[in-house]
Structures are given as structure tokens and as C-alpha cells.
């Protein structure tokens, strides 16, 4: 065996004891979580940061495409420009669930949220029905495939488990990547 064949031998049986290590419950993660500059609750709790890591790429994924999807909505329901416009194509009981969070934002008005617009308050399930409901006049030409609001709503278990603190199987990752990339290779080629 070469000095070159030894040295990747031994450098890829680090790296796999390294990953098998890094798996371990009870061994702090890499990756810090702190509360203060001084209290890091990856030592405290190593197994829950490392599940959060987890979860936090599926989260980020569903956190860029439901924004997106907002601003597709508002961009395409908007006529010449005007952003109040988009709103009268929102169902009635939709725009009812809404006016009721806005009332839920108006007394919370003391935390930090900052103004959200009508968009920012609905579900991924909500901006999935505002798209299939106005399919024909808005939506078919740039979305081209009805199937693929049936593809997104198949996603919102997994977004539901994923915003309630759970993590999800790489196969499930996979499905929401998936998804993804259907929708913005599509929509947004």
C-alpha cells in the first residue's frame, strides 16, 4: 500500500468515527446553541440541539418557499401594480380566518413583530387554496401544472411537524426537496 493509498485510508476512518461519534446522545454537538455568551445549551442538552440542526434545513426550506409563495400570490392578484387588489380574490372565509389573527396581532401588539401584511398571516394550506381557487384566471398560465398545488399540499404535515419542534426522516427531506424543485423549476425557471 502507497503512503498516499495509507493516508487516505486513515483520513476516511476519521472522518467515519467522526460521524459515528457526532451521532452519539450524550456527545455536545459541534454547533453552539446559546441563551448567553456564557450558557450554551448544547451541553446541557445535546441531543435536542442536535435534533433542532436537523430540523432547521427542512425549516429554512419551508420558511423561503411559503415567503415566495406570498409574494407570488400578491405579485399575480395585484392588478396594474396595486397591492390591495389581490385581497378581493382571497375567499371570503379565508379573509375571515385572517381579519381574526389580525385581531390576535393587534393585542399582542406589545411584542416586537413589527407590522405583517394580510399575506404574512396566512398557511401554507391557506396560499395553496388561494392559488387553486384562482387557477383559471391567474395562476395556469405561470404555474402550468395543477398537479403541483396537490404536490404542495402533501408537504404541510411535514411543515406542521417540522414548525412543531419535530424532526423529520431524511426520505421526508427528500420529498420536500423534491417538491421544491418541481415548484421553482416550473415557476421560476
Known sequence: ????????????LG???ERTIDRLE????????????????????PDKVRSASEAAEAFRLFFVFESYLRELIVEVLSKDGQEADWWT??????????????????????????SRD???LMTLPQLLRVIDMNWKDDFSDLVR????????????????????????????MDRVRQTMRDWFRVVAP
Open 26 to 45: 450524550e456527545v455536545v454537538p459541534k454547533e453552539t446553541l446559546l441563551l448567553s455568551p456564557s450558557y450554551d445549551l448544547a451541553t446541557m442538552v
Open 1 to 12: 500500500m502507497t503512503t498516499d493509498s495509507r493516508a487516505a485510508l486513515f483520513l476516511m
Open 15 to 17: 472522518q467515519a468515527a
Open 118 to 120: 394580510k399575506s404574512a
Open 145 to 172: 401544472d395543477k398537479a403541483l398545488i396537490q404536490e404542495a399540499r402533501l408537504l404541510v404535515h411535514l411543515r406542521n411537524t417540522v414548525c412543531h419542534m419535530s424532526t423529520i426522516s431524511s426520505e421526508e
Open 89 to 114: 380574490k382571497v375567499p371570503p372565509d379565508l379573509q375571515a380566518e385572517v381579519a381574526k389573527l389580525e385581531e390576535q396581532e393587534e393585542i399582542k401588539s406589545w411584542m416586537a413583530l413589527g
